[in-house]
């Protein structure tokens, strides 16, 4: 793999911004041909750098417009307390991101529901049953300035 240039560089952030951008416009905020451009992004796509392409979503639009930021800690620190806590957060529709950290807690989660109500819903009945977990701590979004997830 070729280490990543200026150019490329460019072509990823201009495909954060707009995944749909054709190559004739990509090529021309770049400053390279549309020929070497589109080599340039199947060569990204090809060696993993471009992982997919993705549409931003309104959450308020889809009833998941609530979001909670939750850390965990697990009780046990073992290999299949962490497995078995991931295949829960995995099977858990609410659970949007799922990160292992490092620092006091163990995971930190982002949750998209409804409303607090459906919060509740998911702090009381899933997480809250999933025996490896010791502590929650729940951070409720008020506003996201810079969101650049899709």
């Given amino acids: 793999m ?14 954060e ?9 990509l090529a021309d905020k770049v400053g390279l041909s549309t020929s070497a451009c589109l080599r340039r992004v199947q060569e990204l ?8 392409y993705r ?8 009833g998941k417009g609530f979001t ?19 295949r829960a957060m995995q099977a858990a ?3 949007a991101e799922c990160h292992s950290i490092s620092g006091e807690f163990e995971y930190m989660l982002r949750i998209e529901v409804r409303d607090l109500a459906a919060y509740k819903y998911f702090h009381t009945e899933i997480l809250g049953t999933v025996p490896q977990v010791s502590r929650i701590t729940s951070h409720f979004v008020m506003a996201s300035p810079k969101d650049m997830r899709g």
Avoid: W
Wanted: no cysteine; charged share 40%.
């Fill in 45 to 52: 796509e090809k060696n993993g750098t471009i992982k997919s």
């Fill in 93 to 95: 529709p609410q659970v």
């Fill in 17 to 25: 911004r707009d995944g749909r951008i054709s190559n004739v416009d």
């Fill in 2 to 15: 070729r280490d990543i240039d200026k150019f490329d560089e460019i072509i990823l952030r201009e495909l």
């Fill in 68 to 86: 909670v930021i939750v850390t965990v800690g697990l009780a046990r620190h073992l290999k299949k307390d962490q497995q078995e806590f991931e």
């Fill in 55 to 62: 549409a931003v979503i309104d959450r308020e639009r889809t």
